[in-house]
């Protein structure tokens, strides 16, 4: 069994249960370096651990965050707003219908995550990609309808997902349950990635 912090991370507020590497308890409001599936995120930590758990954990939890990091954190904050003044402009230039609402930079500093609203053309990978070389990091669209549409896991905000305790809509996938469990409920069965 192991104990988990409950951390929050990416743009869309994503909650997961990450073990500390070298088992150091960071208070809650911290913020700290963790490993995800998608790479070095920045997160901030909602919940020391707690309880133990049998649950699988959603990533290691590195360390908290350095002055370096911090800096390092600023600085992809510039390019992300960079790259999305330049999408944004692109997106406007090809009279493209779509809704440009977050780009994500990890702390890596190689990923650019693009969040779009309404139709994506075929010709929109090829924007993200130019996007992607001009700030030398690896595009991935993501795109905030399906999120809504699918929420964090499968079944999430039906009652098939609600944690035992709960009693109400939520999540399987995710400690507390997905930011978005309370739209997920009204379009129960579906499911999104992160």
């Known amino acids: 069994m192991a ?21 150091t308890r960071f208070p809650r409001g911290s913020r700290v370096i963790v490993r995800t599936a998608r790479g070095l995120e920045v997160g901030h930590v909602l919940a020391p651990p ?5 649950a699988q954990a959603d990533g290691s939890l590195l360390r908290g965050m350095t002055l370096e990091d911090e800096l390092l954190d600023a600085r992809l904050g510039r390019k992300r707003q960079a790259a999305y ?13 779509t809704v440009l609402l977050e780009v994500e930079h990890l702390f890596d500093g190689q990923t650019l995550v693009f969040y779009f609203l309404g139709p994506q053309p075929p010709e929109l990978q090829a924007v ?25 896991g499968p079944g999430c905000g039906t009652e098939e997902a609600a944690g035992p305790a709960s009693g109400r809509p939520g999540c399987g996938s995710c400690a507390t349950g997905c930011a978005v469990a309370g739209l997920c409920a009204t379009n129960s069965g579906a499911r999104h990635t992160s």
């Open 3 to 23: 104990r988990f912090h409950l951390v929050r991370v990416g743009a869309l507020s994503n909650v997961g249960r990450f073990a500390s590497v070298d088992a």
């Open 50 to 54: 707690g309880v133990e758990s049998d």
């Open 85 to 97: 003044d330049a999408c944004r402009r692109r997106l406007q230039e090809l009279r493209f219908d």
């Open 128 to 152: 993200t990609s130019e996007l992607a070389a001009a700030y030398d990091a690896e595009a991935q669209i993501g795109t905030f309808a399906d999120v809504l549409k699918q929420g964090c």
